[in-house]
């Protein structure tokens, strides 16, 4: 079975600053998609980036970007120049890619959780 | 605007009552999912839907029950509430397998006294 573990429950990193978050995650499939969500105060579950594993490329998104190392089955997330804003709970997800049988459930693997707060 | 509706988005709830949450979306997206959130064990599957007519259990079905009886509304029922069951419950649907991506409701508090 998937499991996804990250392994710093809480964190804290000044208003400007950089921070990484980690994620490691155990599977024995060769094709899945990764993820990184946001949980502000208000509930909602926002996406933050997605890696497609065959993609040799890192992802980023404005400040968010990923270190993907499929070997070592790591996918962290750095956030540069951390704003107010970006204090939340976040979540790395894993995912099995749907096969053409639809057999695979295609929902997302969660790890527990790392709780980011910016200091101004 | 299109997206998923949960209701209701908080619930207190006396042990052993009958709870049913509900979840419809306007996407058209054919898979759905319940999950449960609690402090410091993420969010855990309970069932799943891939298409309309089917579902299928996930990591923490017992308990609970769901039905899809079209691609819109995918209700989680309790059919006798107990106090391991509070916790934050997110609906979910699917864009499409080639994306992956997940969109959620904005989650339904329950709490059963």
């Known amino acids: 079975a998937q499991t996804v573990t990250q392994s710093q429950p809480e964190m804290s990193v000044q208003e400007a600053e950089t921070v990484t978050l980690s994620c490691t995650y155990d599977?024995?499939?060769?094709?899945?998609?990764l993820f990184w969500y946001k949980q502000p105060p208000s509930r909602q579950m926002i996406l933050v980036i997605r890696?497609?594993?065959?993609?040799?490329q890192n992802a980023t998104e404005n400040r968010f970007s990923v270190n993907f190392q499929k070997a070592a089955k790591s996918f962290s997330l750095k956030i540069s120049d951390s704003q107010l804003g970006d204090t939340a709970m976040y979540f790395c997800?894993?995912?099995?890619?749907?096969?053409?049988?639809?057999?695979?459930?295609?929902?997302?693997?969660f790890g527990k959780g790392t709780k980011l707060s910016v200091k101004p | 605007i299109a997206g998923i509706t949960q209701a209701p988005t908080s619930q207190i709830l006396a042990a052993g009552r009958r709870m049913t949450l509900r979840c419809t979306q306007d996407?058209?997206?054919?898979?759905m999912y319940w999950y449960r959130q609690d402090l410091g064990l993420g969010l855990r599957l309970i069932h799943y839907s891939n298409t309309a007519g089917t579902t299928g259990k996930g990591e923490v079905p017992d308990g609970y029950s769901v039905s899809r009886a079209n691609t819109d509304d995918f209700p989680l029922t309790l059919a006798s509430a107990v106090p391991s069951q509070t916790s934050v419950y997110f609906c979910?649907?699917?864009?499409?397998?080639?994306?992956?991506?997940?969109?959620f409701g904005e989650g339904s508090r329950l709490t059963v006294l």
């Open positions: 997800a894993f995912m099995n890619p749907v096969n053409n049988y639809g057999g695979s459930q295609g929902n997302l693997i």
């Open positions: 979910a649907s699917r864009k499409g397998a080639s994306t992956g991506e997940l969109f």
């Open positions: 890696q497609e594993a065959y993609k040799q």
């Open positions: 599977t024995s499939e060769n094709n899945y998609y």
């Open positions: 996407m058209r997206h054919n898979a």
